[in-house]
Structure formats: C-alpha cells, structure tokens
C-alpha cells in the first residue's frame, strides 16, 4: 500500500457499539435508530451501519436522498428515513430504494399521497412537526389540516416527529414545554405507529422525551452532546497526523503566512499533513482560543502556531526533543490525550464539526469486528 501523507482516522468499532446499547439501556421501551447522515459523521457509513446492525439497529436517519440509496446498497433489511424531506420529482426514487423521506410541509405530503396511491406504493413514510426548533416541519397551527389531508391514508406513513433544540442544556425549561407540545401532538396523531422526538442530548431527558423512537447521531460516535455536562459515552474516533518535516529555528524567526507567529525561544519546528482542506481551520473561533490549540506527540503537548495552510499546519514540537521526533511520524489530534469535545473546545466549534469536516484525503482503519 503507499504510504499516505493525509490524515490516519482510527475508529473504534467496539466503543460504538457500546454507545449504541447505553442508548438502549437509558431508553427502554423505545427503539433506538441510529443518524448516520454525512458518511456516518465521517466515520465512514458502510463500517458504520454494518456494525450497527449487527447490534440490533434497524432504523437509520440520512439528510439526502444520494445518501439513502448509498446505504440501501449496503442494507437489505433496515428501514432508512430521508430527513431533508421530498422534492418534486423524487417520489419514484424512494420507492426504488424503499426509502421513507420526512415530510415537512403540506405540497410534500400530497405529493407522496398522489405517489402512493397511483403506484400503491406502503412503503412509508414520517411526519416532522416543528415543536419549536423553527427550522423544518409543519407548525403546531397546521395540523388540523394535516390531520384531515391523511385521514383515510394512514397506510402511506408509519412515524410522526419533531427535534428539540435546546435538548445540549438539560436545564433550559424550554425542553419541557417541546416535549409537552409533542405529547400533544402525538395524541392528535395517535393512530400512528411511531412517535421520535429525542437524538442525543434527548435521551437523557427522561423517559417522557423518548416517545417510541429515539435517534442519537453525535452520542453514538463518542461525541459529547451537552455543554456543560461530562462526557457519558466512549470515544470512537482518534485522528493522527503525519510530521512531514522537523527542523530547528531559532528565536525571533516567524513561521506560517504573513509571518503571523514570531519564535520566542529556539525552537524545534514540525509540520503535519494537515491542513483547512481537511477541516483544520485557518482561524478559530473565537481568536482568543488560537494559542490554545494543540496536537500531541508521543503524549507530549506541541502547540500550532502560525496560520494553519491548505496541507499544511506548523506545530512547536520543543517539548518533545528528547524523544527525537522524524519524518513520517504520527501526531495526535484527538485521541487519548485529547477528546474531540476538547479540539472542538479549543477550535471553538462543536464536535460533530471536527468529525463531519475530517475530508476525502482521510485514511480510515476500524479496531474491533467490520464484519457485522
């Protein structure tokens, strides 16, 4: 195999599957379906659901129709949500596919009603009422409508649901009055099969948020879902960097673009194949935080200094002289001795960022059983 320069992203297979089943025993009594939307946060979806299903996983949550039929090559048996809901045109393509899109507004569920029964197609599909979010779903003021517009048609879909928005705060009150809405809904909506309001953060709400379908996305790859919680789930992915070159310089020497870092003190320099072209940023946010951000070496800390490049960023290895530190050598960036809550912290994002933005160039390798 050639020896790669980009980025080494192990993920721990074991680790996920432990999370998936925590899921399962903080929710007893609701399915739990797992959100492997964006290559299954960039641990890769293939691996990903094999494993999962092998767990006892039989519902998924994509964003895009692409996505679903991706994972329905790769999954018989499963039945596979299209959250990003139903455009004009793709009604065939969900059938082809058995794929049950989210619909969000009153024209998509015509839409799927005309499809439906001119193809007598059952294969399903949700409901996504916006219980507070404000961003997809019908309004609580248009299900009277909805209601009447599905009567005598409940054949053509099997869940309703809505997503909180404060649900990373377990203190926010508004958490309890989304999930009282949604009661509410869900009476109105009785006839339905499946109620699903809680992801990640939700699940740990209660057993009134977790309705007969949970959904955890960042939780099940290790991610931590609350702000100002610790962190209740085992670490999935750690991500290396390869040192492409290491070099000495001496105080008062700039390094990076614009000369924006100015040495303090000689120096040993490295530079790692890593760069904003693999979701490194150039800039943190806030800039305050830029001083903070760390890789690792062999367990000792080497800060990134200067402008993070394209390939590239440049990191202080001083601190790891003694241990010789050469060309080809792997750098941490997340992993043992840093979370991705803890590089999402210090970049100033969240980690479904970090993992969702780690690029095409990354080499994948899984610890634990890929075969499912």
């Keep these: 195999m050639l020896q790669c320069h980009s980025q080494q992203v192990k993920i721990n297979l074991d680790n996920l599957a432990w999370n998936f089943n925590e899921f399962r025993a903080l929710c007893p009594g609701a399915g739990v379906a797992a959100v492997v939307k964006a290559d299954a946060y960039g641990a890769g979806l293939a691996t990903v659901t094999r494993r999962l299903a092998s767990e006892g996983c039989a519902s998924f949550f994509v964003a895009h129709l692409k996505e679903g039929a991706q994972l329905r090559e790769q999954n018989d048996g499963g039945e596979i949500y299209v959250l990003n809901g139903l455009l004009p045109g793709t009604e065939s393509a969900h059938k082809t596919f058995n794929l049950k899109p989210v619909l969000t507004s009153e024209s998509q569920v015509r839409l799927w009603i005309d499809f439906c029964k001119r193809e007598s197609w059952t294969g399903g599909a949700a409901l996504h009422v916006d219980t507070g979010i404000n961003r997809l779903g019908f309004h609580v003021e248009e299900l009277g409508t909805l209601k009447h517009l599905i009567e005598g048609r409940l054949h053509y879909f099997d869940l309703i649901m809505s997503h909180l928005a404060c649900a990373d705060d377990p203190s926010d009150p508004r958490n309890r009055e989304q999930v009282d809405t949604f009661w509410q809904v869900r009476r109105e909506f009785g006839a339905l099969r499946r109620a699903s309001l809680a992801g990640s953060a939700g699940c740990l709400l209660g057993r009134r948020a977790h309705f007969e379908m949970v959904r955890p996305g960042i939780g099940l790859y290790g991610g931590n879902p609350f702000v100002s919680?610790?962190?209740?789930?085992?670490?999935?992915?750690?991500?290396?960097?390869?040192?492409?070159q290491v070099k000495t310089l001496r105080h008062g020497d700039y390094v990076g673009y614009g000369r924006a870092h100015r040495l303090e003190r000689d120096s040993l320099i490295g530079v790692i194949s890593l760069g904003y072209v693999d979701g490194y940023p150039r800039y943190t946010r806030p800039a305050a935080n830029r001083d903070r951000i760390q890789v690792y070496y062999k367990g000792r800390a080497a800060g990134v200094i200067g402008r993070v490049s394209m390939d590239t960023s440049i990191i202080d290895l001083s601190s790891a002289a003694d241990l010789k530190p050469s060309l080809g050598d792997l750098v941490e960036v997340c992993g043992p001795s840093q979370s991705v809550d803890e590089l999402a912290s210090s970049i100033g994002c969240i980690p479904n960022e970090v993992m969702t933005a780690?690029?095409?160039?990354?080499?994948?390798?899984?610890?634990?059983d890929t075969r499912g």
């Excluded at 085992?234 to 991500?239: H, L």
Aim: hydrophobic share 35%.
């Design 229 to 244: 919680r610790s962190n209740p789930f085992r670490q999935v992915v750690s991500i290396h960097a390869r040192l492409l």
């Design 358 to 368: 780690l690029g095409s160039r990354s080499v994948r390798s899984y610890i634990g």
